[in-house]
């Protein structure tokens, strides 16, 4: 089964630091690009950066929001991406999603196919 | 950065009834690059349409994609009670993603 399991979300300080993990199980990680969205309470999506997969060398976007903040990275040999939240503000709270892609299958590029069950991330002093 | 909007903001139809959703980007927009979402309380959001008009696995023919350039709609035919949720646009095409800000699907 496929699966993405995110953990390391909890309280953060505001100014401090904060690693997501997503665990994925079924696939191979390194084949896919990963990316990470976030939902504040009651908010729509946001999404928040992604890691593009080894052929494309893993690179990396982020949203303006989190530029220079978050960064993403990847351990393909242990199935597990990051997400590390450097310098937390109090909008940085919200659920965090592990989501598989986008990516090319057939000729067609696919979305956001596999999500995590989510993270809960609070900023507060 | 691309900008999605979505309309309506709220939409409440009846079982049996068509539910159309629209979705326009600030830039045009690959088709091959717009996907729709679907995110019930308390859950994560489901993939149901990639590149425009494909139904992802598992998604009923009832849903169904259409559009290009900057104006996209997702229809649901033959509304039923399980389909009350939010929907969400999202352009990949640009190396910034965004979503549009959703539409809740009230099923009266």
């Known amino acids: 089964e496929v699966q993405l399991v995110e953990s390391g979300g909890g309280l953060g300080q505001p100014g401090r630091s904060l690693r997501l993990s997503c665990t994925a199980s079924g696939f191979s990680l390194g084949d896919y690009a990963m990316s990470w969205v976030r939902q504040a309470p009651g908010k729509g999506l946001e999404w928040v950066g992604f890691t593009r997969s080894n052929i494309y060398s893993g690179t990396t976007e982020y949203a303006a929001s989190v530029k220079g903040r978050f960064s993403i990275s990847r351990d393909d040999s242990k199935s597990v991406a990051y997400l590390q939240m450097n310098s937390l503000k109090s909008e940085d709270t919200a659920v965090y999603y592990c989501?598989?892609?986008?990516?090319?299958?057939?000729?067609?590029?696919?979305?956001?196919?596999?999500w995590g069950q989510g993270t809960t991330v609070t900023v507060s002093s | 950065e691309v900008v999605l909007t979505q309309s309506p903001g709220t939409l409440s139809l009846s079982p049996g009834e068509r539910a159309t959703l629209s979705c326009r980007t600030s830039?045009?927009?690959?088709?091959?690059?717009l996907a729709w979402y679907q995110q019930k309380p308390g859950q994560a959001p489901r993939l149901l349409i990639y590149?425009?008009?494909s139904r992802a696995t598992g998604i009923p023919d009832r849903f169904s994609g259409s559009g290009s350039g900057t104006d996209f709609t997702l229809t649901i035919s033959r509304l039923e009670p399980e389909d009350s949720a939010v929907y969400y646009c999202q352009q990949y095409a640009s190396s910034v993603y965004t979503f549009g800000q959703g539409t809740k699907l009230e099923i009266k």
């Open positions: 590149g425009a008009s």
């Open positions: 830039q045009s927009v690959s088709s091959s690059h």
């Open positions: 989501t598989r892609g986008p990516f090319m299958r057939y000729g067609d590029w696919y979305g956001l196919d596999v």
